[in-house]
């Protein structure tokens, strides 16, 4: 079965941190990956998508990067602020099988003044 | 910048009743999604359209039906709500791969419902 795992699920982190949010896949062919933010109650905003042939993509203070090889992506968010507190979704969309997104349960980030 | 509207933000409706989940896309896009988001489940995909008139099943098509009559709407109907489908309901639309392969999906608001 395709999956996708984001770990942690939850992290606190002091304004002005750099931190990183990981999310793994259990296959290797894939079409696209997406990064996405969810705020408490809202729907999803689109960060970052990394095509299959891409290794990074970056915006701002995000950074995303794509290992297909060991089934990995990381986002990374420099000089984090409280701002950035929401909730943070991997999906992906694989080859083999319907063109949807399969999502990550999310991580939960807090980010204290 | 794309626009996917749901048109309702909150609704509360009875067990038996026949519902409408109405999603509107301004971006010609080719595919169009439903998903439920539920804590502890996260988002799971109910059905999804590739085209006009074309529809696909995805986890959890059970309860559900829908409708793509027009290539800008589509439409989740429960047949007979049912408490169990108490949720957020999430629409999305993206491009076909022949449209731009480096298109995101773009969400909805969201419809939070709630079957009493």
């Known amino acids: 079965k395709q999956e996708v795992t984001q770990i942690p699920a939850a992290l606190s982190v002091p304004e002005g941190e750099n931190l990183v949010l990981n999310c793994s896949f259990t296959?290797?062919?894939?079409?696209?990956l997406q990064w996405f933010r969810q705020d408490p109650g809202k729907g999803l905003t689109s960060l970052l998508l990394?095509?299959?042939?891409?290794r990074e993509q970056t915006s701002g203070r995000l950074n995303a990067s794509l290992d297909k090889s060991s089934g990995r992506s990381t986002l990374y968010i420099a000089a984090s602020q409280p701002g950035d507190s929401a909730t943070y979704l991997c999906?992906?969309?694989?080859?083999?099988?319907?063109?949807?997104?399969?999502f990550g349960s999310g991580t939960r980030l807090q980010v204290q003044p | 910048d794309v626009k996917v509207t749901q048109s309702s933000r909150y609704l509360v409706k009875r067990t038996g009743e026949k519902v409408f989940l109405e999603c509107v896309q301004d971006?010609?896009?080719?595919?169009m999604f439903w998903y439920r988001q539920d804590p502890g489940l996260g988002l799971r995909l109910i059905y999804f359209?590739?085209?006009?008139?074309?529809?696909e099943k995805g986890d959890i098509p059970e309860g559900y039906s829908v409708s793509r009559e027009k290539k800008e709407r589509f439409s989740l109907i429960l047949e007979s709500a049912s408490t169990n489908q108490t949720s957020m309901y999430l629409c999305?639309?993206?491009?076909?791969?022949?449209?731009?392969?480096?298109?995101?999906?773009?969400f909805g608001d969201g419809t939070r419902l709630s079957i009493l």
């Open positions: 999305a639309s993206s491009p076909s791969p022949g449209q731009g392969a480096d298109q995101p999906q773009h």
């Open positions: 296959d290797s062919a894939i079409y696209n």
């Open positions: 990394i095509q299959s042939s891409q």
């Open positions: 999906a992906v969309i694989f080859l083999t099988g319907r063109r949807a997104l399969t």
């Open positions: 971006m010609d896009h080719e595919n």
């Open positions: 359209s590739y085209d006009v008139k074309m529809k």
